[in-house]
């Protein structure tokens, strides 16, 4: 069974930072290009930051310099690391999985980030 379990949100002061983490299980973890989406409400779901299996990264324009994503491939696990958080950074947060050689990923259940004073 496939689980991918996001920890580390919650409620945070604007210019604060939060680190998120997602426990993986059940999936090849090394196979797997990891990434980060966000989802605020009546917005659509964006992706935040990608991990590739070569851990190479990319982010979007808006958190450049502000998050950093890694993964410890030793124990399944990927994180977000948010800084200088904005209140526009308030969503709900999701990791991802995508098999780097097949058409399959693998979502979490989020975990709610919020930055407000």
């Known amino acids: 069974q496939v689980q991918l379990v996001e920890s580390g949100g919650g409620l945070v002061q604007p210019g604060g930072s939060l680190r998120l983490s997602c426990a993986t299980s059940?999936?090849?973890?090394?196979?797997?290009?990891m990434a980060w989406y966000r989802q605020a409400p009546g917005k659509q779901r964006e992706r935040v930051a990608r991990?590739?299996?070569?851990?190479?990264?990319d982010y979007a324009d808006s958190v450049k310099d502000r998050f950093t994503i890694s993964r410890d491939n030793a124990k399944n696990t990927v994180y977000l690391e948010m800084n200088g958080l904005k209140p526009e950074d308030t969503a709900e947060y999701y990791c991802?999985?995508?098999?780097?050689?097949?058409?399959?990923?693998?979502w979490g259940q989020g975990t709610q980030v919020t930055v407000s004073s």
């Open positions: 991802n999985a995508d098999h780097a050689f097949m058409f399959v990923e693998y």
């Open positions: 059940g999936i090849i973890f090394t196979q797997y290009h």
């Open positions: 991990i590739l299996t070569g851990d190479s990264t």
